[in-house]
């Protein structure tokens, strides 16, 4: 069965970054787009990052743009956020979703989701 799995997850303090993965099992990768999405405690799953699947596009929300980079590789069926300028308001939990379009996941439709990794900013 398909599995995505998130890691890469922690405390980190306000200014400092992170790098998140997301390795992919029982699906054709390279045939997905891919995207990154997070909740924080008492609020909805938010859009964050997003790639097709041969990253030649990449679209980002507003409030992570410029700090934010998502990348992939498709020879490790595996997709990346690396997360810089960390701020309090980026603690959530982070889970990535795998699509066969880009347009799906930027409005927050997923075939697959993974589990989910936390992200704490905090001094």
């Known amino acids: 069965q398909v599995q995505l799995v998130e890691s890469g997850g922690g405390l980190v303090q306000p200014g400092g970054s992170l790098r998140l993965s997301c390795a992919a099992s029982?699906?054709?990768?390279?045939?997905?787009?891919m995207g990154w999405f997070r909740q924080a405690p008492g609020k909805e799953r938010e859009f964050v990052a997003a790639i097709s699947w041969s990253a030649s596009r990449t679209y980002y929300a507003d409030s992570v743009k410029d700090r934010f980079t998502i990348s992939r590789d498709n020879a490790k069926n595996t997709v990346y956020l690396q997360m810089n300028r960390l701020k309090p308001e980026d603690t959530a939990v982070y889970y990535c979703?795998?699509?066969?379009?880009?347009?799906?996941?930027?409005?927050?439709?997923?075939?697959?989701w993974g589990q989910g990794t936390q992200v704490t900013v905090s001094s």
């Open positions: 979703a795998a699509n066969l379009g880009t347009n799906g996941l930027r409005i927050g439709v997923g075939d697959y």
């Open positions: 029982g699906l054709t990768f390279s045939s997905y787009a």
